[in-house]
């Protein structure tokens, strides 16, 4: 009997550090709400990731039209309510993302995201 609790604990280990190493694998995913919690903000999920592939979520919030723009890729206009998408791969580094709409960043659209 303390044989089957002995390899139960080896095959509970086994899994737990397959587990671990799948969910190291992931894709990193940020959630990023724009307009909210006033029109030239965004609101980022995490500010730090780990550098690979990071999925933004991006959802317009506010009121007026908002994009978001990270490392040279930007996503299209979103009306208000919209989401959408953007996949890119980041290295180490800090990256600042904007809105492109003209005035926004300025007006404080803008923000940084640490990558390590
Ligand atoms: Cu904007």
């Known amino acids: 009997m303390r044989r089957y609790v002995v390899l139960a604990a080896v095959v509970l280990g086994v899994l737990a550090i397959g587990a671990g190493a799948i969910s190291a694998m992931a894709a990193t995913s940020v959630s990023v709400t724009a307009g909210k919690p006033s029109e030239l903000r965004f609101k980022l999920s995490k500010s730090t990731v780990t550098h690979g592939t990071v999925t ?28 959408t ?30 990558v390590r």
């Open 85 to 114: 998408t953007l996949t890119v791969t980041l290295k180490k580094g800090t990256y600042t993302y904007i809105c492109t709409v003209p005035g926004h960043s300025t007006g404080g659209m803008k923000g940084k995201l640490t």
């Open 56 to 83: 933004f979520t991006i959802k317009n919030s506010g009121t007026l039209a908002h994009d978001f723009k990270i490392a040279g890729k930007r996503t299209k206009l979103l009306k208000r309510g919209k989401s």
